[in-house]
């Protein structure tokens, strides 16, 4: 199943994505933008994915990569904010 626009769209009119993913259990893998604000984007939507009981496989980033600058970038760099997620790739 592939949800469109975020965990808190709309459905209908009274449910969100994320409550038909609750309905369905299946675990979730979250695609995010590889673009500013990604980090905080991408916690709101594991966090509220893991408090509804949901188990997230990973997260995958989208898009082009950041402009290299010599040191890693928060985007995609290990840090402790990021979730236990497994990582697959860059």
Excluded: F, K
Aim: glycine share 12%; charged share 10%; hydrophobic share 45%.
């Amino acid at each position: 199943m592939e949800g469109a626009g975020g965990v808190l769209v709309p459905v209908n009119e009274q449910e969100t994505m994320l409550d038909l993913m609750a309905a369905h259990g299946a675990p979730v893998i979250v695609a995010a933008r590889s673009a500013l604000g990604t980090i905080n984007h991408t916690l709101l939507t594991v966090g509220a994915l893991r408090a509804r009981g949901l188990r997230v496989h990973g997260v995958v980033l989208i898009g082009p990569p950041p402009p290299t600058t010599g040191t890693p970038s928060s985007a995609t760099a290990p840090c402790a904010c990021w979730p236990t997620c497994p990582r697959w790739a860059r």
